[in-house]
């Protein structure tokens, strides 16, 4: 079954099976351009509704994974096609894996110094097959990212990981399509803190409950504010199938 897009209360998002993504992988390593993958929470959600870079650049990604439950419920309650729920981690890997077959290549971007060379060193430990042509550190200085464009265009790797400290986020590869021939561009800020074992990735059996945030409540407890915009996601949600604005 083809990759299928639907909208949701004006957000776009994919509908992909974990059978259609290696196609879809495959698909967009054939494009004459870059692509990007883009992975949206609820709170990623909300915030593509307004007009500003991050939608923008949510609105013309390649292919939209939802990483919220709520997201899912929120298309079953406008009675449209449920997507299919995807782990960060578990699709980065996926994706990877993609590639190594192929012997495809692969760039990291973000994290520390340290943490990204131990993320390279597991990565090359793992996929064997895979050819990592290049890393660059995030939380760099604005002087130095013409180098940092001019590396990754040369390098010309299959996947851009674009990871910690990296402000612009999904927006840094989208504002400089321009700027390389070809590509998938991923963001996964944790990806490099995880591949370094710096970061502890989530507990498989509390993602597919969809009790990942307290986690992160439990490291920022400010995050406990965050019930205030998903009390406004239900109620655009009840709106829209009120009056059928979606």
């Known amino acids: 079954m083809a990759v299928q897009r639907?909208?949701?209360?004006?957000?776009?998002?994919?509908v992909c099976s974990r059978q259609d993504l290696e196609g879809k992988i495959l698909e967009?390593?054939?494009?004459?351009?870059?692509?990007?993958?883009?992975?949206?929470?609820?709170?990623d959600f909300l915030k593509a509704r307004r007009k500003n870079e991050y939608a923008e650049s949510i609105r013309n990604a390649d292919l939209i994974l939802p990483v919220s439950k709520s997201i899912l419920s929120g298309a079953r309650f406008l009675k449209k096609t449920v997507p299919v729920r995807y782990n960060p981690?578990?699709?980065?890997?996926?994706?990877?894996?993609?590639?190594?077959?192929?012997?495809?290549?692969?760039?990291?971007?973000?994290?520390?110094?340290?943490?990204?060379?131990?993320?390279?060193?597991?990565?090359?430990?793992?996929?064997?097959?895979?050819?990592?042509?290049?890393?660059?550190?995030?939380?760099?200085?604005?002087?130095?990212?013409?180098?940092?464009?001019q590396a990754i265009s040369k390098s010309s790797p299959s996947l851009v990981l674009v990871s910690e400290g990296i402000k612009k986020k999904d927006f840094w590869s989208y504002s400089r399509r321009h700027r390389f021939s070809s590509g998938i561009f991923l963001y996964y800020r944790d990806a490099v803190g995880i591949l370094s074992k710096r970061i502890?990735?989530?507990?498989?059996?509390?993602?597919?409950?969809?009790?990942?945030?307290?986690?992160?409540?439990?490291?920022?407890?400010?995050?406990?504010?965050?019930?205030?915009?998903?009390?406004?996601?239900?109620?655009?949600?009840?709106?829209a199938r009120l009056f059928k604005q979606d």
Request: charged share 25%; net charge positive.
């Open 89 to 149: 981690f578990d699709a980065f890997i996926s994706i990877l894996s993609v590639l190594e077959a192929r012997y495809k290549s692969f760039y990291l971007f973000g994290g520390r110094k340290k943490a990204l060379a131990a993320a390279e060193k597991n990565v090359r430990t793992t996929f064997r097959g895979l050819q990592i042509v290049g890393r660059c550190v995030g939380y760099y200085k604005s002087q130095d990212e013409e180098n940092i464009i």
């Open 6 to 14: 639907i909208e949701m209360l004006g957000v776009p998002v994919d």
């Open 200 to 239: 502890k990735r989530v507990d498989p059996r509390k993602f597919d409950k969809g009790l990942e945030i307290w986690d992160e409540i439990i490291r920022n407890p400010l995050k406990l504010f965050l019930i205030f915009p998903y009390f406004r996601y239900i109620l655009l949600l009840v709106w």
């Open 28 to 43: 967009l390593l054939q494009k004459e351009r870059p692509s990007q993958i883009s992975f949206i929470t609820i709170w």
